[in-house]
T-cell receptor, first 116, second 112 residues
Framework: EAGVTQFPSHSVIEKGQTVTLRCDPISGHDNLYWYRRVMGKEIKFLLHFVKESKQDESGMPNNRFLAERTGGTYSTLKVQPAELEDSGVYFC??????????????FGPGTRLTVT | AQSVTQLGSHVSVSEGALVLLRCNYSSSVPPYLFWYVQYPNQGLQLLLKYTSAATLVKGINGFEAEFKKSETSFHLTKPSAHMSDAAEYFCALNQAGTALIFGKGTTLSVSS
């Protein structure tokens, strides 16, 4: 079974540019989460999809961040325009839809975003 | 509000020594608790999880953790450290189908 994959692994962009991060969850996992770790801080939740619907986007920092999940499969996270404080590692995780298995989240390797 | 506190941002041990990484939590309802590990240039890997069954949980690579409700703790231990254990470790909790709440992480260094 393939794990959670994320693309790109690294991205370096200038302030004001746009970047799109992609996450492919484990096949059959309806829950998809985005997290972010800013340097020196803890990993923080951004948003949660159940299939193609946004279940919880309370962690999204501002309206420069836009997440989508097309057809309930892969997800993209767009940052437009990027600011310096957006630098960090963006993780994606997925889990089963319900029950005890829904609590165990499987993480991708992350995308390291550097905004200069 | 739920929270996770990891005591010590950096722990150093000698190879063969006991590893103890501390985690305390706060939750108004019984949580599920997790330890994740991140090796250099890799993603987060689940080490072990507490799901309200046995309070002593065994994970991969010889790690284990004990859930102590009275102390609101879920400390991670390993009897004998290996060089390959050097990594960053994260304690986390959640409720069913919700986001994980992480501690700040503890970097474990192992010296020969």
């Amino acid at each position: 079974e393939a794990g959670v994959t994320q693309f790109p692994s690294h991205s370096v962009i200038e302030k004001g540019q746009t970047v799109t991060l992609r996450c492919d969850p484990i096949s059959g996992h309806d829950n998809l989460y985005w997290y972010r770790r800013v340097m020196g801080k803890e990993i923080k939740f951004l948003l949660h999809f159940v299939k193609e619907s946004k279940q919880d986007e309370s962690g999204m920092p501002n309206n420069r961040f836009l997440a989508e999940r097309t057809g309930g499969t892969y997800s993209t996270l767009k940052v437009q325009p990027a600011e310096l404080e957006d630098s960090g590692v963006y993780f994606c995780a997925s889990s089963h839809i319900s029950g005890r298995a829904s609590r165990e989240q499987y993480f991708g390797p992350g995308t390291r975003l550097t905004v200069t | 509000a739920q929270s996770v506190t990891q005591l010590g941002s950096h722990v150093s041990v000698s190879e063969g020594a006991l590893v103890l990484l501390r985690c305390n939590y706060s939750s108004s309802v019984p949580p599920y608790l997790f330890w994740y590990v991140q090796y250099p240039n890799q993603g987060l890997q689940l080490l072990l999880k507490y799901t309200s069954a046995a309070t002593l949980v065994k994970g991969i690579n010889g790690f284990e953790a004990e859930f102590k409700k009275s102390e609101t703790s879920f400390h991670l231990t390993k009897p004998s450290a290996h060089m390959s254990d050097a990594a960053e470790y994260f304690c986390a909790l959640n409720q069913a189908g919700t986001a994980l709440i992480f501690g700040k992480g503890t970097t474990l260094s192992v010296s020969s």
